[in-house]
């Protein structure tokens, strides 16, 4: 199926895969929603060693093939299907790695180690990073071209803004912080208003107001998806 699909149908499909594969040929892919998605459904999974994977799959959490070798990536999906102990060995390990207390666990862990630095000294230092000087090629007319009237939008081809996936909040959110940021520091302080006016006026439309939560996906014809979901299953906002 060569398309994108909805969070519930891809959930769907993964549930009743017995092996998820993400093959990437580029080590510099920094994450994958779909990987994570099926590492949290305890997923057996084969993967190449993209960055993300290398990260998420340490440990014998999943299988790791190399690049652009499909002979590799063959036999070790064969020989997860042939054995079911090592496939469900990975499931087990894949469903262990993202369940809320490990993942919690992690968090204070790398809190606890940013909290101190030094070797014992307990000198507190602050979460936040130390703020440089900003490069004076630092500009905005990636995010400016990304961003029309409504918001920024999500995809884009090439260098080209892609309408056809819309908007979302989190991007939105983003752009305002960057833009913000910027603006503070004196670079190009007319067009990061501009893209902060927009995108905070995206996010105080995401409000939902009846329900107390935001929305988070908005097509290109000005609809909150969730809200069209939610029509055509009978549910009112």
Known sequence: MNQYVDTATLQAWLSAADIYVTPYLNEAQITSGTLSYAVGLGKAVVSTPYWHARELLADGTGALVPFADPGALADTIEDLLADDGKRNCLRRRAYRALIWPVVG????????????????????????LAKSTPSASTTLAAIDRMTDGCGILQHSRSS???????????????ALMLAVELAADGIEPARAERVARTCASFVDAAWNEQISRFRNFMNYRRDWLEELQHSATGWRT
């Open 160 to 174: 080209i803004p892609d309408r056809r996936h819309g908007y979302c909040l989190d991007d939105n959110a983003r």
């Open 105 to 128: 666990q992690s968090y204070l862990a790398v809190f606890s180690k940013a909290r101190t630095s030094g070797r014992g000294s307990g000198r507190s230092v602050s979460l936040r």
